[in-house]
């Protein structure tokens, strides 16, 4: 890239890209992106980011090349963000097909385009890496200057928190609200006190499926050194089930699994079922400074209520007793709303450079914001918990 922000006649800030993570030492890298232990996300670590590349899951032929933006100030990193060249829009979770289409058909061409994210991951959490606001901003006007520069149609910024929402918007993104279901720890000492919160039928209900997930199955909650091989193994097979339903072949390979369970044993919470000792259904979590991110599920036989069980119910129970203060479960389903995880916003920005196609953009974001807030406030009134 070419160089990036004048400071008042000081050093200036120069923005430059890498093609790998692995080109950027990887203390240096989380001391910006997880300054603080109480709100660690594992999604933007280096070790998590590594693991994707190192994996062959994200790469050029798969259509993430990655081109991670570092912002150097005499020499010094003050800034980065996760960024990639798509060649599509799979595995991001924030759906722009339309967009694409609609640009195709106007004549445009809107891939290749930049993507700042947590690649095939729908979690919020911190994009414009920087300790301070101020070079938080240069960073985001460098993801601009990459999209001009590499002749990219837009650059977009996924699942962001609300301070990178501003300052993103203060730097000409558009923002686009989408929603997911989260579970809210409000003090509980245990799995009874939260259900005590619920109306008397909810209540009953989640007992009831908590009754049946369990007959003749034995559940277990794994950290560490306990998720084994055998685990990742019928892991695996569930992930593959999985994935091959929902997006036609799996995103990640075996081999990320592998790096994971090296780099980040102590970040993962596997929740598997077994019937007379063999594992029939699997749940893999990510363990953040305050939240439990519940990430992979996939099992090789159908039980009822066994998904609701190992997903949302195992989750809440790991939340109460680490004392986490919320779970995330990752996209859509507005299932979860009836075992207690409540309708919120999630937020991307968006910046494209054409100037009439980013007008209609805009026109057709604030529609669809306001659409989606009220479905929201909508959804609010379905939660199971008891009415004043």
């Known amino acids: 890239m070419a160089d990036g922000v004048d400071k008042d006649g000081a050093d200036k800030i120069v923005g430059r890209t890498l093609s ?67 060649g599509h ?40 890496l920087a300790a301070s606001r101020a070079a938080k901003a240069t960073i985001a006007a ?4 990459a999209a001009v520069q590499t002749g990219a149609s837009s650059t977009h910024v ?38 005590g919160e619920l109306a008397s039928r909810k209540r009953k209900q989640v007992r009831r499926e908590r009754r049946e997930a369990a007959e003749d199955i034995k559940i277990h909650q794994l950290r560490g050194d306990e998720i084994t091989e055998r685990h990742w193994d019928a892991f695996w097979i569930f992930y593959q089930d999985t994935g091959a339903r929902k997006w036609g072949q799996p995103y990640l390979t075996r081999t990320f699994f592998r790096l994971i369970a090296e780099t980040m044993k102590e970040h993962l919470m596997f929740i598997v079922a077994e019937r007379s000792g063999e594992p029939i259904a699997g749940a893999l979590n990510f363990i953040g400074g305050d939240a439990l991110y519940g990430r992979y599920w996939g099992c090789t036989e159908d039980v009822p ?21 919320r779970v995330e479960a990752g996209a859509q389903g507005q299932h979860k709303i009836a075992r ?43 939660t199971p918990f008891r009415k004043s």
């Open 20 to 86: 790998s993570i692995s080109e950027i030492d990887a203390a240096t890298w989380n001391n910006l992106a997880n300054p603080s232990p109480e709100a660690y996300n594992p999604f933007v670590s280096h070790e998590f980011l590594s693991a994707l590349e190192a994996s062959k899951s994200v790469a050029p032929e798969t259509g993430w090349a990655p081109m991670h933006l570092i912002a150097e100030e005499a020499g010094d990193i003050i800034g980065a963000a996760s960024l990639y060249a798509k």
């Open 89 to 128: 829009s799979q595995g991001e979770y924030v759906f722009d097909h339309h967009w694409a289409d609609a640009f195709h058909r106007a004549g445009g061409r809107y891939y290749p385009k930049l993507l700042s994210a947590a690649p095939f991951t729908p979690v919020p959490g911190p994009r414009l």
């Open 142 to 145: 460098l993801l601009r200057e």
């Open 158 to 195: 996924n699942f962001i928190n609300d301070d990178d929402r501003s300052i993103l918007e203060g730097a000409g993104f558009l923002p686009r609200m989408g929603e997911q279901y989260h579970w809210f720890n409000r003090g509980y000492d245990t799995f009874e006190d939260f259900l």
């Open 305 to 325: 209520f066994l998904h609701f069980e190992l997903c949302y119910h195992q989750a809440v129970d790991f939340a109460i007793e680490h004392g986490l203060s």
């Open 340 to 382: 207690g995880y409540e309708p919120v916003p999630t937020w991307s920005a968006h910046w494209i450079e054409n100037d009439s196609f980013r007008d209609a953009i805009d026109r057709y974001l604030v529609s669809e914001r306001e659409q989606t807030g009220m479905e929201i406030d909508t959804l609010k009134d379905y």
